[in-house]
């Protein structure tokens, strides 16, 4: 028939190329964006997803008017801390739509991606796409940035994985790095409650409440670089962790004098960080407020 069912045989005396990765950072995605993957997704997010996520993490959700400016159409950041495995679907049921159904989430190559089975389940279900965390890699932020410049919007934990004590970890600067390449803004998130759930070494979840804070969005400005606009973000993302403890009022004071508390909890050994978090885990928001338009 003439056809190349397979590939050529590499000549003697020449190194044969590397075969393509199929697992980790390596692992194809583009299937998952396509229309029947969208529809199954679309099924499995509005389905089961949102049960189990009412089921077991009962969301508050507030600030979602902060994002009533942005087009709908643009593809938009969303930034999150990061304490479970709850939170990926816990933001996915809450980002709302149309930004919901065109959405991508950046996961740990080296987590979700292990396995052929497991990169599919994560790309089918949650619209994942690999992001090597151990290194900088220069195809995980092109093809992150490719779907932001085709509007597709990205979720992304800038703190690279699960807090290991249930306190925050500093942010690294992939969100704002996209956000100066390609112009999108940035919607800083504040969960809370999630850690309690299902916190690392956890062996199955505990239902409880959680509090999803959305924030006012973030536009790349003149002269910023990754270092300042992630800056910016983390610092949006704290105060937004103040506002969920205390309220709107106290929490914009605190931040005007410069006292917005840190998530990263104190210096010292991992005793003095745990007596301290408990503290933190005690705290509860008291009702639900609206935020006044200062413009």
Do not use: C
Not at 3 to 18: E, I, K, Q, S, Y
Not at 85 to 90: C, G, K, R, T
Not at 214 to 236: C, K, M, T, V, Y
Request: net charge positive; aromatic share 8%.
């Amino acid at each position: 028939m003439g056809f190349p069912w397979r590939a050529a045989a590499t000549p003697r005396g020449v190194a044969p190329l590397p075969e393509k990765g199929r697992t980790g950072a390596d692992f194809e995605t583009a299937w998952a964006r396509r229309l029947p993957a969208r529809l199954a997704r679309v099924l499995i997010v509005e389905g089961p997803m949102r049960g189990a996520v009412r089921g077991v993490a009962n969301p508050e959700r507030t600030g979602l008017d902060r994002l009533s400016d942005l087009d709908t159409k643009k593809a938009v950041i969303f930034a999150a801390n990061h304490h479970s495995h709850v939170d990926a679907p816990l933001l996915i049921t809450s980002v709302p739509e149309p930004w919901r159904h065109r959405l991508v989430v950046g996961a740990a190559a080296d987590y979700f991606f292990a396995t052929r089975f497991t990169g599919a389940l994560s790309a089918l279900a949650m619209g994942a796409i690999p992001i090597d965390r151990s290194r900088v890699n220069r195809r995980s932020g092109d093809l992150a940035a490719d779907l932001l410049e085709d509007d597709w919007s990205i979720l992304i934990f800038p703190e690279g994985g699960r807090s290991p004590d249930g306190w925050g970890q500093p942010f690294r600067g992939g969100a704002a790095y996209l956000s100066v390449r390609t112009g999108a803004p940035v919607v800083p998130i504040h969960l809370e409650g999630t850690v309690r759930i299902m916190g690392r070494g956890m062996n199955r979840p505990r239902p409880g409440r959680t509090l999803v804070t959305f924030g006012n969005p973030l536009f790349p400005q003149p002269g910023d670089d990754a270092r300042s606009l992630g800056a910016r973000i983390e610092h949006a993302v704290y105060r937004l962790a103040d506002e969920a403890a205390t309220d709107w009022w106290a929490a914009s004071r605190r931040a005007a004098r410069g006292e917005t508390p840190m998530l990263t909890g104190p210096e010292g050994p991992s005793w003095r960080r745990a007596w301290a978090l408990g503290d933190r885990k005690g705290r509860r928001r008291k009702a639900s407020r609206s935020w006044p338009n200062l413009d």
